[in-house]
């Protein structure tokens, strides 16, 4: 994410120039030896140092992209506000709603500015359902089915890294891929209820690394091969219950073989059906419609595959045309220029800015209710 990041801000200027912001890469933090200053030489960093803090101290910086694992957000994220620097930080931030509060009370107490990472909103295909759902263009909401199904931990010679410690990852794919299947039911639908939620561990015990690992490292299991307890959830399955009185269903797994960020959702309403698939980014499927009469075709409404193009989200700043691809990296260039502009200009509408904390307390929240009902077995509220 470090990565990805540093590559959005040099982009910023190029798809948004009228922006009016060109980021300069000042410093990089990396507490493993030789990786912030392999980053300083690849993408432009002035400096590159082992403690985060010296970020902080440096006169020079004036907005801060957290991209450490979990347990750190709410430390770093806190200590990025309370410097005066803005701050843009990864999803789930922290490992509970808790952590996600900590960390928005102390940005709205310094009065900078921040954006979380819920990137996949920023799709114009996903920009283009929304718009559709708040038009009423599928009408009155009656179900949500969001899914997000990853092989990245599938394979179990797959290290021990700090994702599989509750102290450290918390609730496993609940804060990594779920907390994105929150958020963009949130963003089409409105804020859930109550849920109901099981949650599974496949893979319960993997090979402890030696040292600090690069990605999602393999380990040989040979004989005598040291191994460690997985501590958190490898797949969650979730029944929502949102304020206006939709339902919904929220399923991810990271262990799931033959699923290649399968991510995306279906939308139905009274009058139709929206569907988006991750992998298909640019495509919007649209169900419904009205028959030569005028009415509505509640039996036997076609569907149509909508290529989304210059009017839809910021697709403009990309592509000429429609149905040209975007991609995971584009969406990120849009966050970080939303992240700029609400940085810049303070007055700019909430509309064109970023994901906000309320979003991640929001998300934190849901997330912290599907634990509870692991372990009561019954549907908890979501505060």
């Known amino acids: 994410m ?158 021990l890294s700090w994702r599989y410690s509750r102290e450290r990852g918390g609730a496993g794919v609940l804060g990594d891929l779920a907390s994105h299947g929150v958020d963009l039911a949130r963003y089409l639908v409105g804020d859930i209820s109550a849920v109901v939620a099981d949650t599974a561990v496949f893979i319960p015990q993997r090979a402890v690394p030696s040292g600090a690992t690069a990605g999602h490292q393999r380990v040989a299991l040979g004989e005598g091969t040291a191994m460690g307890d997985v501590e958190n959830e490898d797949a969650v399955t979730a029944l929502l219950r949102f304020a206006s009185g939709a339902r919904g269903v929220l399923e991810a797994s990271r262990v799931a073989v033959g699923e290649q960020n399968t991510y995306g959702f279906e939308v139905a309403g009274t009058r139709g059906v929206l569907r988006w698939d991750f992998r298909r980014t640019g495509e919007l499927s649209v169900s419904g419609g009205r028959g030569g009469d005028g009415s509505v075709l509640y039996q036997d409404a076609p569907t149509q595959t909508l290529f989304v193009g210059p009017g839809h989200g910021d697709y403009a700043a990309f592509q000429p045309g429609a149905a040209i691809a975007m991609g995971y990296d584009d969406l990120k260039v849009v966050e970080a220029a939303r992240f700029l502009r609400t940085a810049a200009d303070p007055s700019s509408p909430p509309e064109q800015g970023p994901a906000t904390l309320d979003d991640a307390v929001a998300s934190a929240r849901a997330l912290d209710a599907m634990g509870r009902s692991v372990t009561s077995g019954s549907w908890e509220p979501v505060a």
Do not use: M
């Open 2 to 159: 470090g990565r990805v990041h540093a590559q959005s801000y040099a982009r910023v200027p190029h798809h948004f120039p009228e922006l009016g912001v060109r980021p300069e890469l000042v410093a990089v933090a990396d507490e493993v030896p030789g990786r912030a200053e392999a980053a300083a030489a690849q993408y432009g960093f002035a400096s590159a140092v082992r403690d985060w803090r010296e970020v902080l101290t440096d006169p020079r910086v004036e907005a801060v992209s957290v991209t450490a694992p979990n347990f750190l957000h709410r430390e770093i994220g806190t200590a990025v506000a309370e410097a005066g620097k803005h701050l843009w930080i990864e999803k789930p931030v922290g490992l509970s709603a808790d952590d996600a509060a900590a960390v928005r009370d102390a940005v709205a107490s310094a009065g900078v500015r921040a954006a979380v990472g819920f990137n996949y909103r920023w799709a114009p295909a996903v920009q283009e359902a929304r718009r559709r759902v708040a038009a009423g263009e599928v009408g009155d909401v009656e179900s949500v089915r969001v899914r997000l199904l990853s092989d990245y931990a599938a394979d179990p010679t797959g290290a």
